[in-house]
């Protein structure tokens, strides 16, 4: 059986219900009210070959802040658990992805020291949520999922094709971390413990 996991949170902003299987064929079923992000973590899915559903709703007559970050803290937390199933990984991951003019690069450590570096130019509008949430949401990520996440965009101009190739590059590369590695005895750490 695949590593997968369920994660529920509910909050006075926002109620948000999760469910992850790593070995996927990259199915997804996402709403979160914001359909930029469905559109983003549907590609996410498909990429990681994660199979995916999410069923969010959130105070969005304030703004995407709570429901976004909230979605993200879920995902950290649903990578965290079904990796409890696969304790042998190959733990490092990296992916470079073009969308037309824009390269992303993704790199990451299933470290358990969440870290988030973001290095991307992002121009505002093109893009139906507020592009400042994506570093919420990969921190989120990172600080639930005990990840070192690097992203870095070296160039691109249209906001939306810079962030449609950072979560498919997101996708790969924690396709590739996520991976079992049979030539693992214990932790994959020389200091015998994540």
């Known amino acids: 059986m695949a590593p997968m996991s369920k994660v529920r949170r509910q909050t006075r902003e926002t109620e948000v219900e999760l469910e992850l299987e790593l070995d996927g064929r990259g199915r997804s079923e996402v709403a979160t009210g914001i359909p930029f992000l469905d559109h983003m973590l549907n590609l996410f899915a498909v990429h990681g070959y994660f199979d995916l559903k999410i069923k969010a709703s959130g105070d969005l007559e304030v703004d995407q802040h709570h429901t976004v970050e909230d979605i993200g803290i879920c995902l950290g937390q649903a990578l965290r658990e079904a990796?409890?199933?696969r304790p042998q990984v190959r733990r490092f991951g990296e992916a470079r992805v073009p969308m037309d003019e824009a390269l992303a690069q993704v790199s990451?450590?299933?470290s358990n020291r969440p870290f988030l570096h973001l290095d991307a130019h992002l121009p505002p509008g093109g893009a139906g949520m507020d592009p400042q949430?994506?570093?919420e949401f990969w921190r989120a990520v990172c600080v639930h999922g005990g990840m070192?996440?690097?992203i870095t965009v070296?160039?691109?101009e249209n906001t939306h094709h810079i962030l449609e190739a950072i979560f498919k590059a997101a996708g790969r590369a924690l396709d590739m971390a996520t991976q079992p590695e049979p030539r693992v005895?214990?932790?994959p750490s020389t200091?015998?413990?994540l």
């Open 191 to 193: 200091k015998g413990v």
């Open 154 to 156: 070296p160039y691109g």
């Open 148 to 150: 070192t996440l690097h």
């Open 185 to 187: 005895h214990g932790v």
């Open 108 to 110: 990451v450590d299933l």
């Open 133 to 135: 949430l994506v570093k």
């Open 83 to 85: 990796l409890q199933g």
